[in-house]
């Protein structure tokens, strides 16, 4: 550990999907985009040697004598081809934190997941370091926004830097740069050991979540490959948290029950979602890189796929009252809106224009906050995981307690 | 003319499409079924040389003489193999009842039918008998419910009986049947005849109204090829006029943008259409002849395959907010709507089952009158025209104007 190192601040973005959610499921392509929430970790050297860790979100709090964590019988684990988390690896983790077996509360899978990338450094360079882990995090927990892969790969960059497996990304005070990025290689590693930390929050994760807190930007997947997409446009969007809470495995069982009891019927809906995706892509491919380039007619493209995405989930039985509620209200200010996700509740996404009102956005919020739901104006597209130089004055505000 | 006969009343039913609608016009199969709204014509013998109509319906009242239509240069049509009515034939008609020339207004479209049919009839027995057509349909005009089909197929009926091109069906007092129907040839030149006739109010119609106006039951038609089918049950619907005129031509027209300028999503969307419609004919196929076997799941299945038409046919764009409100307002008591035809408007029906409580019907009936709607109980796949010969207390009621 860099002696001169003090504290570092590392933040992910969350996801949202934009098209393909479900249709995934039988094989076809999906887009999954970065969402400009973000997760920050704020990672500091103790003067003892204890480890703590505050994630307020999922009302974490603990402490641990690094040294009773390294008196546990860790196996070796080479952090950049890291082994999956064993069943007797989050026994051990399980039995020192005297959680019951098969609990599925966030804040238990957490805990399992942090010690796992925590104590999976002591196979670098031997140390287990008395640090400091404050979480602070913009995206709601359990709504599909991928929160626990930004946690993790947080984490995986945090650590893997401390260790000195990946290097801090360099700035000078003169560049007044305010963040930095990893090198492709170094995102890689961070990437693949969130990877290994997400399976213990998700069982069999698909890897999407992470992968899109790593890099920013998009991704297309199909049938487990991953693949980024070049030019993702930063898209505006309205994202609206209906708070409906729902299961994801209840939704896709549902939806395949009624594929496997009509297959005709389902199957070229499946097909018709594989198009919108494609469509999706396509038009991506065309948006201009210059910000002041005519793009009316990209836009009216995006918001009829939206429409035609939004009926065919709700074809297909995904939707829900609340998520018709915001497509009718946004509807009605020529807004165009679809779930995103599992559906069932959860969350909307609303586009918005380059050259949409600003008081319409303004009054549009007002309206679906007086509904009783969460909503954010925010972008997607944007950075992955990054370290922090300076903060801005909003993230300042945002990061106050964690560093004060 | 049998000197014997001085009245005859028949009637024809509407049609409504159960599934298929939109997609015909993509080469996809459809279903279209006779509804139990019925026009009843009565054709009574005059004791002058006049002929009078009185069609209330489309508020025609009209009498001529005979001799002066005698007058007119009608060429020769054989009503068995008749010519379609000729531009030079429609003329005529024109200038003798004084009309407009391009004239939409259902009046004059039904008097140039009613001509058309009258004094082809000279061609058989070289008369133009004095008589009295009087009109009582069921059905609204214009709400895509075959209205017109079902007067042609009254008049092509009565004319051709009266004339004796074909014969009156038999009946005794004795055997109290209550009405009478023609021989498979017989509907054969009535419907082909009746076709004609359409061709005059719809300029290029399909022959689906005409053919389930003559044949009731149900017909599966694509690309232009009608095929009676065999087994069709009778099923009870609601069925409600949401009163919102429509252009049909104008929602086939932005259908057929949609699909043009997203092929790959609409192509599916049609073949999904089609599934539809093949899964609701098996499902006929399946039900059993014997009211009292179990039904329960195929019930199921068609009101499934009505969700998912409707959904479908709110993905192309058709669908209202007055169609909405119906399915929202028919699902609150667990029932299943459909709009029927081309929406954006017009009818919507609503499936209810063998076991569907009658105060359930009554109320929801109620609510959807106090929304402003026209709301019936009724039944389709039951008989294509028929002679009457006893009327029924409800008929005679429906008929007291006409036959007092």
Chains 1, 2 share one sequence.
Not at 184 to 193: F, M, P, Y
Not at 302 to 322: A, W
Request: one cysteine or more; aromatic letters at 8%.
């Amino acid at each position: 550990m860099d002696s001169k190192w003090k504290r570092i601040i590392v933040s992910a973005p969350g996801k949202v999907i934009l098209h393909g959610e479900h249709a995934v499921v039988y094989k076809e392509p999906a887009i999954a985009a970065s969402l400009d929430l973000r997760s920050y970790l704020c990672v500091e050297k103790r003067n003892d040697d204890k480890v703590s860790v505050q994630f307020p979100d999922v009302k974490l709090t603990a402490f641990w004598n690094t040294q009773d964590l390294k008196k546990l019988s860790i196996p070796k684990c080479d952090p950049l081809e890291p082994q999956p988390p064993s069943d007797e690896l989050l026994s051990l983790f399980r039995e020192f934190t005297q959680q019951k077996k098969d609990t599925t509360d966030p804040k238990d899978l957490a805990i399992l997941a942090f010690l796992y990338l925590y104590t999976a450094m002591q196979s670098t360079d031997g140390e287990l370091y008395p640090l400091d882990f404050k979480l602070m995090s913009q995206l709601p927990v359990g709504a599909g926004l991928g929160s626990s892969a930004s946690l993790s790969v947080c984490l995986s960059a945090a650590l893997l830097t401390v260790h000195g497996v990946i290097d801090q990304p360099c700035s000078s005070d003169a560049d007044k740069v305010m963040f930095g990025q990893w090198s492709a290689s170094h995102l890689e590693a961070i990437n693949k050991l969130a990877h290994q930390a997400e399976k213990i929050m998700h069982g069999n994760p698909s890897g999407i979540d992470n992968s899109i807190a790593t890099y920013g930007g998009a991704i297309r997947f199909q049938g487990g490959n991953i693949q980024k997409i070049d030019r993702i446009p930063e898209l505006r969007i309205l994202l609206t948290n209906t708070k409906v809470p729902r299961s994801t495995k209840a939704l896709v069982a549902d939806v395949r029950k009624k594929y496997y009891t009509y297959p005709e019927i389902f199957r070229p809906v499946m097909e018709s979602f594989a198009a919108v995706t494609e469509k999706a892509l396509e038009t991506f491919r065309m948006m201009p890189r210059d910000s002041s380039t005519e793009t009316t007619d990209l836009y009216s493209t995006f918001e009829d796929l939206v429409d035609i995405n939004q009926n065919l989930l709700k074809l297909i039985g995904v939707s829900h009252s609340t998520l018709e509620q915001i497509c009718q209200l946004t509807s009605d200010y020529g807004l165009h809106t679809k779930l995103t996700g599992a559906g069932g509740g959860g969350c909307a996404i609303t586009l918005l224009r380059p050259d949409t009102d600003p008081d319409i956005i303004e009054e549009v919020q007002e309206k679906l906050r007086s509904c009783g739901f969460d909503c954010w104006k925010t972008v997607v597209g944007g950075p992955g995981v990054v370290t922090h130089f300076i903060l801005t004055q909003q993230e300042q505000t945002l990061l106050n307690n964690l560093i004060s």
